[in-house]
């Protein structure tokens, strides 16, 4: 079993930066695949990035492409988004989601991939 929580999220105004984080306990998250989505208020839960176990692959929903940068470090079991040129539209409560271990090869973009998700962690972008 696998238990996530994210930290680092807050209140920003547009055009600044956050760091979200996610700490995985249980068990290693090394071999699975990792990612991070959004939801806003009324609205369905969205892809925001994905990551391979090594890390050396990424991938972004258009909307955050150039502007946020998914990483991760193993040692530390933890995952990143660091989140810059933010905008009142990127404003959500921001989930951290682990795939089945030996997923790692693969960049998941749909939330049924992924088994294990942590609580969430607010953003709020002012204008």
């Known amino acids: 079993q696998v238990h996530l929580v994210e930290s680092g999220g807050g209140l920003v105004q547009a055009g600044g930066s956050l760091r979200l984080s996610c700490v995985a306990s249980?068990?290693?998250?090394?071999?699975?695949?990792m990612g991070w989505f959004r939801q806003a208020p009324g609205k369905e839960r969205d892809f925001v990035a994905a990551?391979?176990?090594?890390?050396?692959?990424?991938y972004y929903a258009d909307s955050v492409k150039g502007r946020f940068t998914i990483s991760r470090d193993n040692a530390k079991n933890t995952l990143y988004l660091q989140m810059n040129s933010l905008k009142p539209e990127d404003t959500a409560v921001y989930y951290c989601?682990?795939?089945?271990?030996?997923?790692?090869?693969?960049?998941?973009?749909?939330?049924?991939?992924?088994?294990?998700w942590g609580q969430g962690t607010q953003v709020t972008v002012s204008s």
């Open positions: 989601a682990a795939g089945s271990e030996y997923s790692g090869n693969y960049l998941y973009t749909k939330e049924n991939e992924y088994p294990y």
């Open positions: 990551i391979t176990d090594s890390g050396f692959s990424t």
């Open positions: 249980g068990r290693t998250v090394r071999t699975c695949a």
